[in-house]
């Protein structure tokens, strides 16, 4: 009895330092799908947030290049939030290299399954790739129908490519790594809700929301 309490354990400790968890915020407020958030006069419900992941040279049994992990985080699948790394990969768990989007190896070589599955909603096509970064909802600066926008961020070739990679700095709570992505500064600066509530292409303006990623984590 005691030796399988001990197993258990030492199996769950061993879990709960395998991993980081991503917290949502918005303002410091928890982001939850299609709830009203204001920013000064506006407001914003989020719908859909996606993006992929990569990360080395950690473990996961989902899809990978090379050493590198590729990770699709959802913020509508609670199970995505959790990042896996074996024990050699949390030895300094008070930072967090990554990037966000996919290279073009990740991209030309893919086996279309695991995080890459088209079923998940994040490929264009074999010329344009995978969308690497995904933001949908409404808001009342919105002149489309139903007040919708769609930031479909991605890019692979060239200058339009669009993979960044970030540093985040890792809290502990509950003894727990995590890291916080909260969504309202990045909103407020860099996304022109009125003027541009549409980007469905690779092209500058992915490229401008490519460069300010770093503005979601905060530090």
């Not at 896996?84 to 030309?108: C, H, Q, R, V």
């Not at 990045?186 to 003027?195: A, Y």
């Not at 092209?203 to 979601?216: H, Q, S, V």
């Amino acid at each position: 009895m005691r030796l399988s309490f001990l197993i258990i354990f030492l199996f769950v400790n061993l879990t709960l330092l395998g991993q980081i968890k991503i917290n949502f915020t918005f303002d410091s407020k928890p982001l939850i799908k299609g709830e009203k958030f204001k920013l000064d006069t506006t407001w914003i419900k989020v719908e859909e947030l996606k993006f992929y992941l990569v990360y080395t040279p950690f473990f996961s049994d989902e899809n990978t290049t090379g050493s590198s992990i590729i990770h699709l985080v959802d913020l509508n699948d609670s199970l995505s939030y959790i990042l896996p790394f074996t024990e050699d990969g949390m030895k300094n768990p008070t930072s967090f290299d990554f990037a966000i989007g996919l290279d073009s190896s990740a991209t030309m070589s893919t086996q279309f399954s695991g995080a890459l599955d088209p079923a998940l909603g994040m490929y264009w096509a074999w010329n344009t790739g995978y969308i690497h970064f995904k933001l949908e909802g409404t808001s009342n600066l919105c002149s489309t129908k139903n007040q919708e926008f769609q930031y479909h961020i991605g890019g692979y070739s060239g200058k339009f490519a669009t993979q960044r990679w970030l540093t985040s700095p890792v809290s502990l709570k509950n003894q727990l790594p995590f890291i916080e992505i909260d969504i309202a500064s990045f909103l407020k600066e860099v996304v022109n809700l009125k003027e541009k509530p549409l980007i469905m292409i690779p092209g500058k303006e992915a490229i401008f929301f490519a460069d300010n990623y770093f503005r979601m984590f905060k530090k």
